[in-house]
């Protein structure tokens, strides 16, 4: 599951800014997103993460011929 939180690096240390639910000693993997990043690399880690995977698949192909002249 992936979720977004924001957090804040205090002396050190990433203090989340809300409640998270995960059993104790939970491992997870961060991905630390500067709040002014460019747009440029925040689509990029988008296309690395995957993001986009999913248009790929055929069933997200779902227009036809029958739908009209293309544009």
Do not use: C, N
């Not at 957090?7 to 997103?33: N, S």
């Not at 995957?50 to 011929?65: Q, V």
């Amino acid at each position: 599951m992936m979720r977004k939180v924001k957090a804040v690096y205090d002396r050190g240390v990433l203090k989340l800014l809300e409640r998270v639910d995960l059993p104790e000693h939970k491992k997870v993997t961060v991905v630390i997103v500067e709040d002014d990043v460019p747009t440029e690399e925040l689509q990029e880690l988008a296309v690395a993460g995957g993001a986009f995977d999913f248009l790929s698949k055929p069933e997200e192909d779902i227009y036809t011929r029958e739908d009209g002249d293309p544009v």
